[in-house]
């Protein structure tokens, strides 16, 4: 995680810089079943890496005791555009958005928070809670699940590894979860928000990651306007975070007030201004990020001879 982090570090300092293509994400819904395909393709300048990510949310595939999301990310040679590598992108994803997150964290949480909720039990839940104890001296963590036997087994998967606390509290309610906390990471997929103002106290930073579309809101609007919000890119989050969607049009946040989270990496806006500041980081995800992790894991599995070569 440590490292995956380092790599986000240096993909969205690019992206912000105008060093990356990285063009909004092609979506086919698939209305039988409430699910979307997504097409995300990058390049990054910087490092000569190009490539893309095919990812599949499908809700209803836990009756098929199948994952919910499936994905997959091929890196192609810039110069030559020959096809380098086939990565599994679910497992990818999880810990680049994690990733993500542990980066936010690192730039935008007070250097003294340790108190940690997690709303969500997923895959997602999982590297968020690795990346933000990768960053932050955590000694207390709560989950909330609405399925109370996923978060169970969310406590019994993650307690103690690594840096996590050796043990995790399940709150009753995200509320229950949230009052408290120092720093909340919310990986739903929820419609409906659900953190509001009355569930966070002055000082706390949030993760919200689970919504990508502009009909999800995990945050109240409310909460978003009362917030410092860093985006991932500005195109993105204008186009498909429904939080922030929502309060432009209302009129309650104006365009030029979104800051990108690589703007913070490269000195060019401020992060946190008071220790009592709710801070936000609103993420859709970029192409650019699976780029640059795809890109990190296939170093390492040359180097450790890890994979398999096959012709095409």
Known sequence: MP????????????????AADVPLRTAIEIPNHDAVTLFMPAYLHVGNRLGAKIISVFPHNHNLELPAIHAIVILINAATGQPEALVEGTVLTAIRTGAASGLATDL???PDASTLAIIGSGAQARTQLEAVCSVRQIERVRVYSPTRAHAEQFTADMAGRSKIPASIEIASSAHEAAAQADIICTATSSAQPVIGVDDVRPGTHINAIGSYTPSMREIDPLLVRQACLVVDQRQASLAEAGEVIACIEDGSLKT???????????????????????TLFKSVGLAAQDVAAAQQALSVARRKRFGTVIEL
């Open 256 to 278: 030029d007030e979104l800051i990108e989270l690589g703007e913070v990496v490269n000195g060019k806006q401020v992060s946190r201004t008071s220790a009592d500041q709710i």
């Open 108 to 110: 935008l949480a007070r």
């Open 3 to 18: 490292t995956a982090i380092e790599a986000m570090r240096k993909a969205f300092s690019l992206v912000s810089i105008g």
